[in-house]
């Protein structure tokens, strides 16, 4: 009996630990992104530019929420991993515990003898001083790997909390963005928007590019001139999202469809803001399009950007760089989970968490140009 605890104490390999704290210190990195962020967003009433506070406030909501679902996915899948370790290693653990609970239940002296006598007894003790250390450090491993998964369960309930409270907090942020933006008085205006053209371009244009080239048509006095431009930026430009690009210029989406901008995928409510200053020369919804804002940041070039659930500012308008444009949707519908709820579980999932796509096309001289050109973007990626 010895000899075979002896093989099996030996030949079991301890578990290779894949990083709880990992998990937590992402998980107390995401903790701290939002307390901060919820400072931020006490200060913003004071700041000079409220909406650029708020603006700062709510894409440092993103990033601690972005980081806080990214901790608990990893905290997620290492306890997965040790269940199943341990489901797998129930009649060895079983084994191992009554053997342990034998040897402490059996008094020192009896442990000591021997049928055989003095030498079977030597021996005896020989083998246990053996099997011993490789049995202390089987039970080692298990008591580690159950503490590991005690404290990977506390650190999903307190992620879980700290995720709502966030979620919650930023949406806040959001609602007096909004307002801050409503009750903004203090952006210049480069035209008068004229209502009734811009519903005939809209009713008679059958493609974005005939919508475009008929921007001009529904400005009124509009002042002379151009903006600085974004001509000494071109390649440099921010992307308007926090996300990554899902389809680049030219590439078929699932149905067969190419178009000359590119896609790209975000979470629910990320902020889109302009990507330099550009007077706004369209807001609201466009073809199937969904909600889209045109921005024109110098003449002959336009920015354009679709799918926003909430479009911000003024058609007319000159918005400065960095300026909130709109917030993407939130996590769909057919009784889905709200953008203020927690995440359902299948979002946490990775690739899961973008569920909100960003048409983005430039157009220069009334020509779609690749937006890969102006942007700064990961070509490898």
Not at 19 to 30: I, K, L, P, S
Not at 197 to 205: D, F, Q
Not at 310 to 326: A, H, I, K, M, Q
């Amino acid at each position: 009996m010895i000899r075979w605890i002896a093989a099996a104490a030996l030949a079991c390999a301890p578990l290779v630990a894949l990083g709880q704290g990992d998990a937590g210190d992402e998980a107390r990195t995401a903790s701290d992104m939002l307390a901060e962020a919820t400072r931020a967003l006490d200060e913003a009433d004071g700041a000079a530019s409220r909406v650029k506070a708020l603006s700062q406030t709510v894409r440092a909501f993103e990033a601690g929420l972005r980081a806080m679902r990214v901790g608990m996915r990893q905290a997620a899948v290492r306890a997965q991993t040790l269940e199943l370790d341990l489901a797998s290693r129930e009649a060895e653990i079983a084994q191992l515990l009554g053997v342990l609970g034998s040897i402490n239940a059996t008094p020192a002296p009896v442990t000591l003898l021997h049928p055989s006598g003095p030498v079977g007894t030597a021996r005896s003790g020989m083998l246990l001083a053996d099997v011993t250390p490789a049995l202390n450090a089987q039970a080692a491993v298990l008591r580690a790997d159950l503490e590991e998964l005690a404290a990977l369960r506390a650190l999903q309930q307190s992620a879980a909390d700290k995720l709502a409270e966030g979620l919650a907090t930023a949406q806040e942020a959001r609602t007096q963005l909004s307002q801050a933006i409503a009750e903004r008085t203090d952006l210049p205006r480069r035209f008068t928007e004229d209502p009734v053209r811009t519903a005939l371009l809209i009713a008679s244009a059958e493609s974005l590019d005939g919508f475009a080239s008929g921007l001009s048509q529904i400005a009124v006095d509009e002042a002379p001139g151009s903006l600085p431009g974004i001509t000494d930026r071109k390649g440099q430009l921010p992307l308007p999202v926090e996300g990554r690009i899902l389809r680049r210029a030219g590439e078929a989406d699932a149905a067969g469809i190419t178009r000359p901008g590119i896609v790209m995928a975000a979470p629910p409510r990320a902020l889109v803001t302009t990507p330099a200053a550009a007077t706004l020369r369209y807001r609201g919804p466009l073809l199937d399009y969904g909600n889209v804002a045109i921005l024109e940041p110098q003449s002959g070039i336009l920015l354009v950007f679709a799918g926003m659930d909430v479009v911000y500012g003024e058609t007319g308008e000159v918005l400065p760089g960095g300026s909130p444009v709109g917030l993407m949707g939130g996590l769909g519908t057919s009784g889905r989970a709200s953008d203020d709820e927690i995440v359902p579980a299948e979002l946490l999932e990775a690739a899961t968490e973008w569920t909100q796509t960003l048409y983005i096309e430039v157009r220069q001289d009334d020509t779609a140009v690749d937006p890969a050109l102006w942007f700064k973007t990961d070509k490898d990626e």
